[in-house]
């Protein structure tokens, strides 16, 4: 059988897509055809905008739907509001750096909400309307951080982990349907959040952008370059085609040789 990666007639469900990973993981499936539903937990104008733009630039259906990914009941209202989800990105995700001592309970739970049990919500709403619709893909976007640790992100890492579990347990409750879930574990990505983070190193460490990003930002990453929201986005397209019909639970590492250290 010719291997495919047209994603036309498919919806794609992007949790925390107004920016970043989110936005080029949505602009590269639309690219291949799929419609998609953005989301994050505001309401703007400019939210409804980027989903103008996709569906005018890639000629697609896109839509924007305000769901706030730490309340389990948004979570499950998403999906059925998109009414159909093909494909599921979770990818809504947030970050607090602290001492395990001083961290905050209310940070712990919110991460743990929103980059964790958020996937699970989804993917329990989601995986109903994929068994109808006999075809699905369920992505989630872990991190280098799924797989490794540092230190002060106790929160995130735990969340992190817990979703390459998740990814394995999804994998393995759809194994013999036309359903596959993985988890894709970028390195340091260069978005929006990351880019305005240089400006301030520079002067912290009084260094150059290029050192900076060098010998602060990529100390851990061995190409000693940013991923760019682009892979991400093609890696969910490589994830959704034929050839990766039986890639079923593991994780895809974008990460510029982080993990092979
Ligand atoms: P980002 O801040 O640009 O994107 C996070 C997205 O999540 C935004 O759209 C934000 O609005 C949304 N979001 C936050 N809280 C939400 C909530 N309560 N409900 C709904 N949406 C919410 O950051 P990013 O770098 O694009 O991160 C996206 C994902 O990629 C995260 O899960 C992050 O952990 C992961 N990741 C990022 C990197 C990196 O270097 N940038 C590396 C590894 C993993």
Redesign the pocket.
């Known amino acids: 059988m010719a291997i495919t990666t047209s994603l036309s007639g498919k919806t794609a469900v992007i949790?925390?897509?107004?920016?970043?990973?989110?936005l080029g993981i949505a602009r590269e499936l639309a690219r291949a055809g799929a419609d998609v539903v953005l989301?994050?937990?505001t309401d703007r104008e400019e939210d409804h905008a980027l989903a103008r733009d996709i569906a005018k630039e890639f000629d697609v259906t896109a839509r924007y739907i305000k769901?706030?990914?730490?309340k389990a009941d948004e979570c499950r209202d998403l999906i059925a509001q998109a009414g159909a989800c093909d494909i599921l990105i979770n990818?809504?995700?947030?970050?607090h750096v602290a001492a395990i001592p001083e961290f905050p309970t209310e940070k712990w739970d919110a991460i743990i909400a929103?980059?964790l049990s958020s996937a699970f919500h989804t993917t329990a709403a989601a995986l109903p309307l994929m068994r109808k619709a006999g075809w699905g893909r369920v992505i989630n976007?872990a991190?280098?951080h799924g797989l490794t640790a540092s230190p002060y992100k106790s929160a995130y890492i735990a969340a992190k982990h817990g979703i390459v579990g998740l990814s394995k347990t999804t994998a393995l409750e759809t194994a013999e349907e036309p359903i596959t879930c993985n988890a894709i574990c970028?390195?340091?990505?260069l978005?929006?959040?990351?880019e305005a983070q240089i400006p301030d190193t520079m002067k912290e460490y009084d260094m150059g952008r290029d050192e900076v990003i060098r010998n602060v930002m990529l100390t851990r990453q061995p190409s000693k370059e940013f991923a760019t929201v682009e892979q991400m986005g093609g890696t969910a397209v490589f994830l959704c085609s034929d050839a990766a019909a039986q890639i079923t639970g593991t994780t895809i590492s974008v990460d510029g040789g982080w993990t092979a250290l």
């Open positions: 949790t925390g897509s107004n920016s970043g990973i989110g989301n994050s937990f769901a706030d990914m730490s990818n809504a995700g947030i970050q929103i980059n976007i991190s280098a970028p390195g340091y990505v978005t929006p959040l990351v």
